[in-house]
């Protein structure tokens, strides 16, 4: 069975950083492409990030370009988000999403969900 | 950006009628939709793939249908726990990937 557990979720002041983790298993994680995608409190789904299976490849929403950096480490099963340069509007429930193969960019395999919020 | 416009935005329908979701794309995405169902306090919940392709474990009363622009999820006789938001979400061209404002389907 899959199981994707988000971690590193908290209260951060605008301006600060954090590092969200995916703990995967149920599968051999280093075929499959991750992803972050993230929802505003009562909003919609909005794709974040995504990272190859071999970690060679990354993608970023513009939004996040240049200050999320998305990481992983097959050795560890886990993939990271590391959030700089937070503002209020990065505030949202981050999910890790499985691909369902390579990189094709549909998710079969959601996590729980872990909650950032950016205030002061 | 391809930009993904669901309609109706909530939908009030009683269990065991026909609930229809329309997703319109802003230019072709050929098949390449996912259809997910989320609930609340839930991750989302694959659906459908490839515009038509129910995921594992999904019943028969759900199904997808269209190409290009135009995508619809239809359930058939809705059930009790089919009460949710539905998101559509192209994988044609990306990044980024995007995703349809959702259509809540509540009790009427």
């Known amino acids: 069975e899959v199981q994707l557990v988000e971690s590193g979720g908290g209260l951060v002041q605008p301006g600060g950083s954090l590092r969200l983790s995916c703990a995967a298993s149920?599968?051999?994680?280093?075929?499959?492409?991750m992803n972050w995608v993230r929802q505003a409190p009562g909003k919609g789904l909005q794709w974040v990030s995504g990272?190859?299976?071999?970690?060679?490849?990354?993608y970023y929403a513009d939004s996040v370009k240049g200050r999320f950096t998305i990481s992983r480490d097959n050795s560890k099963n886990t993939v990271y988000l590391q959030m700089n340069s937070l503002r209020a509007e990065d505030t949202a429930v981050y999910y890790c999403?499985?691909?369902?193969?390579?990189?094709?960019?549909?998710?079969?395999?959601w996590g729980q969900g872990t909650l950032v919020t950016v205030s002061s | 950006e391809i930009v993904m416009t669901q309609s109706p935005a909530t939908l009030s329908v009683s269990p065991g009628e026909r609930a229809t979701l329309s997703c319109r794309a802003s230019?072709?995405?050929?098949?390449?939709l996912a259809w997910y169902q989320q609930k609340p306090g839930q991750a989302p919940r694959l659906l459908i793939y490839?515009?038509?392709t129910r995921a594992t474990g999904v019943p028969a009363r759900f199904s997808g249908s269209g190409s290009g622009t135009e995508f619809t999820l239809t359930i058939s006789s809705l059930q009790s726990e089919d009460f949710a938001v539905y998101y559509c979400?192209?994988?044609?061209?990306?990044?980024?990937?995007?995703f349809g404002g959702g259509t809540k389907v509540e009790i009427k």
């Open positions: 490839g515009a038509s």
């Open positions: 990272i190859s299976g071999s970690g060679y490849s990354t």
């Open positions: 999403a499985k691909d369902r193969l390579g990189a094709t960019g549909w998710f079969d395999s």
């Open positions: 979400q192209q994988y044609n061209t990306w990044p980024p990937l995007t």
């Open positions: 230019q072709s995405v050929s098949s390449n």
């Open positions: 149920g599968f051999i994680f280093s075929t499959y492409a």
